[in-house]
DNA sequence: TCTGGGGTCCTAGGACCC
DNA sequence: TCTGGGGTCCTAGGACCC
């Protein structure tokens, strides 16, 4: 298996996309996705138009920001049950052309390509154009393909062109088209290695592949480090893959206003509550039971601290979760005022299952990837 | 009254066992 | 009175992703 094809595939504006097909007179206008769709209210931007972008506007910033930015901008909620089931369709579309299909969300994925009849016709262009527009017509929607060797270069490029882009990478293009871009484009460094690399003088892609290994070693640690080097090289051996298992399951909630651990108890132990049922609904739906039951507390300065307690016996059951989380609760320190509240259950099992499998379906490590861990933290 | 919700993977220390 | 390892489980925290 030496020359592969791996696409990725994106869709565009995923969410506000979805929302224009069935408001097609807000098409054109600023128009930007997040919580309840009023700014008034705590919440951030999940998706903005493309209209709403040249305002400045960006996924992650506050409503309250974005409306600051763009007065005009139209706020909508979301409307997660809707989005999935478009997630279904482009993705059913897909199904069509290969199964070697990899989930990576509500609206990406990675394909693997290289047994796809046709595929080394014009470095398999053909194909992924095919595949943009069977997406087109089931859903009405334009999606965004990188196609190479890899997922990460592929990753990379199918974010080069955006909207409707299609980019092809292959090893000789990675000096013109990969070294100029910044390094937060590599997926797998984030704010924190970002601000690690920029300190040591690294900015762009080809900075980090010039870079001397021993340098990135000795800053990051032995394996983050390799990573980092052999990513700015876009060498990546991992495989798509089509299966995985569900690690844990969880529920949270941002309240409308920061809640006193002890003065606003009886709030706080009718969310928790309300929590532990809807989690274990999902588990119940989903066919998981799990022994460790967790919860997780933001303080109004957005530090976060989580407790959990690991049960003798996996469970789906409101009540059994419902104490552990309690418990757990009761070790969160009542230092500030909360202004979030979760509850996960993990080590998850299938109770029908003959063979307990706890674990994620994943094939084993064909090259290292990320480990974010061995980032020395908080520099 | 900036900063959502649902995930994965990783590290590290202590307990406990052989 | 001082001397070991390795392995696994549990818990807490953190980086990163969509």
């Not at 892609?205 to 990573?227: C, E, K, Q, T």
């Not at 070790?331 to 307990?356: E, Q």
Request: glycine share 8%; hydrophobic share 40%; proline share 6%.
């Amino acid at each position: 298996m030496d020359w592969r094809r791996i696409a990725h595939l994106d869709m565009d504006a995923f969410y506000a996309s979805v929302e224009l097909l069935r408001r097609p007179e807000l098409r054109g206008r600023p128009v930007a996705i997040g919580g309840h769709g009023e700014p008034s209210r705590r919440g951030v931007v999940t998706t903005a138009t493309y209209e709403a972008r040249a305002f400045g506007i960006r996924s992650g910033m506050a409503l309250r920001r974005a409306a600051e930015l763009c007065p005009q901008c139209v706020f909508l909620p979301v409307d997660f049950d809707e989005y999935r089931r478009y997630s279904r369709m482009f993705k059913a579309a897909i199904a069509a052309v290969t199964d070697r299909i990899e989930d990576r969300g509500i609206d990406e994925v990675y394909l693997d390509l290289t047994a796809v009849p046709g595929i080394r016709i014009d470095r398999g262009a053909p194909v992924a154009r095919d595949i943009q527009r069977r997406v087109l017509e089931a859903t009405g929607l334009t999606c965004s393909v990188g196609l190479a060797p890899n997922k990460l270069l592929a990753k990379i490029a199918s974010d080069l062109h955006k909207p409707a882009g299609l980019t092809i990478v292959d090893a000789e293009d990675i000096p013109a088209l990969i070294w100029p871009l910044p390094v937060r484009r590599i997926n797998g460094i984030g704010p924190k290695a970002d601000l690690q690399l920029e300190e040591l003088g690294l900015r762009t892609i080809g900075d980090l592949a010039a870079a001397p290994p021993s340098m990135l070693v000795a800053r990051f640690g032995a394996h983050y480090g390799h990573w980092l080097h052999e990513a700015a090289h876009g060498r990546d051996g991992r495989p798509v893959v089509t299966a995985s298992e569900p690690v844990s399951m969880s529920r949270e909630t941002t309240f409308e206003h920061d809640l006193h651990l002890r003065r606003d108890w009886q709030a706080l132990a009718a969310c928790l509550a309300e929590l532990c049922r809807d989690v274990a609904a999902d588990l119940r739906r989903r066919g998981y039971a799990g022994r460790t039951i967790g919860v997780k507390a933001r303080y109004d300065d957005f530090r976060i601290v989580t407790r959990d307690l690991t049960l003798p016996e996996a469970t789906d059951d409101d009540a059994a979760i419902r104490r552990a989380a309690f418990e757990c609760l009761d070790r969160v320190p009542a230092v500030r005022r909360l202004r979030l509240l979760g509850v996960r259950v993990g080590s998850l099992s299938r109770p029908g299952a003959t063979a307990a499998r706890t674990g994620s379906g994943r094939v084993g490590a064909a090259s290292p990837g990320p480990r974010q861990g061995e980032l020395p933290l908080s520099g």
